[in-house]
């Protein structure tokens, strides 16, 4: 079966930095992304690996390593509005999105 | 407007009740999707519409019945729903991905939060 497997919630500070982890097992791979959703709110993209690597995109950077079936989500100087879940989702063979069941990220002051 | 709109935001209905739900995209895709989203669990892909034409139908209740009029605009009609079909459902739109091959994320409506009395 196919899988996406990240942490059910994170407690981070203001102005720290967070790494949410998440590993899959897909048929196929065809791409990974990441997308943040805030309580009530759509999902909204932030990032998409195909290639191994780090991807970075202002605060935000994605890391994928396709041989370990692993992805990462970095945020840092976090500020109050990243209170969200940060959801992993993978695009398997026949192009469809499986998704994790999505990382609530806590911010404290 | 802009984006991905749905209607209505929040519907409370009972097992014997008809009901619809509409989504509407602004944005020139061809692609469109329902998903069902409950509390801590993965979003549940529904059905899939590329160029009006449905490609997906992953094991869903007949319930459950997609329309697709034209690119812009999906329903989903719902009768004799049950209570754990309470969740929030999305609607989300793309540029066709397995004909292009390229990467192109999907872009989610706010959804609309149903509840089955």
């Known amino acids: 079966g196919q899988n996406i497997d990240q942490p059910t919630e994170m407690t981070a500070t203001e102005g720290a930095i967070v790494q949410i982890n998440c590993t899959y097992q897909t048929s196929g791979f065809n791409g990974l992304f990441w997308y943040q959703q805030h309580a009530g709110e759509a999902p909204t993209f932030l990032s998409y690996n195909v290639l191994d690597g780090l991807e970075e995109k202002g605060r935000f950077s994605s890391f994928l390593s396709r041989s370990k079936g692993y992805s990462y989500l970095l945020l840092k100087e976090l500020q109050m509005k990243d209170s969200a879940s940060y959801l992993c989702?993978?695009?398997?063979?026949?192009?469809?999105?499986?998704w994790g069941a999505g990382t609530k990220l806590i911010i404290k002051p | 407007e802009t984006g991905v709109t749905q209607t209505p935001r929040h519907l409370v209905m009972g097992m014997t009740n008809k009901k619809s739900l509409k989504c509407e995209q602004h944005l020139g895709h061809n692609a469109m999707y329902w998903y069902k989203q409950s509390a801590k669990k993965p979003l549940e892909l529904m059905f899939v519409y590329n160029f009006k034409e449905q490609t997906e139908n992953n094991s869903v209740p007949s319930r459950f019945s997609p329309e697709c009029p034209n690119s812009s605009h999906l329903f989903l009609h719902l009768h004799t729903l049950q209570p754990e079909d309470s969740a929030l459902y999305l609607c989300a739109s793309s540029q066709d991905e397995a004909s292009s091959g390229g990467f192109h994320e999907q872009y989610f409506g706010p959804g609309t939060r149903l509840t089955v009395t």
């Open positions: 989702a993978v695009r398997d063979s026949n192009y469809q999105l499986i």
